[in-house]
């Protein structure tokens, strides 16, 4: 789940000279918490992968018993229409 990342709160004003060095600390640590968010993201995706895979092999195996079910239910019902055929003659 996405954490909200607060906006830090000042507590005195900076001086003019120290703001953009403190602009850039905070800067590199939020890049720094995105870089690690984006690497989370990363594995959930890696994790999604692998378990739509695992779905996939298991879908084409039920689709497969499937088939092979429906290819034996034909030929009962061919043999049975044929044996309902010779037990009219």
Same mark, same amino acid.
């Given at each position: 789940?996405?954490?909200?990342?607060?906006?830090?709160?000042?507590? /005195?004003?900076?001086?003019?000279?120290? /703001?953009?060095?403190?602009?850039?600390?905070?800067?590199? =640590? @939020?890049?720094? &918490?995105? &870089?690690? =968010?984006?690497?989370?993201?990363?594995?959930?995706?890696? =994790? *999604?992968?692998?378990?739509?895979?695992? *779905?996939?092999?298991?879908? @084409?195996?039920? &689709?497969? &018993?499937?088939?092979?079910?429906?290819?034996?239910v034909a030929r009962l019902?061919?043999?049975?229409? /044929?044996? @309902? @055929?010779?037990?009219? /003659?």
């Amino acid at each position: 789940m996405a954490e909200l990342i607060p906006f830090p709160a000042r507590l /005195r004003p900076a001086p003019a000279g120290e /703001r953009l060095p403190l602009a850039l600390v905070a800067l590199e =640590a @939020a890049l720094a &918490r995105q &870089r690690a =968010a984006m690497a989370d993201w990363q594995e959930s995706l890696a =994790a *999604l992968d692998g378990s739509l895979a695992g *779905l996939h092999a298991s879908l @084409a195996g039920y &689709r497969a &018993r499937l088939a092979q079910l429906g290819t034996g239910v034909a030929r009962l019902g061919d043999e049975a229409r /044929r044996l @309902a @055929a010779w037990g009219e /003659r």
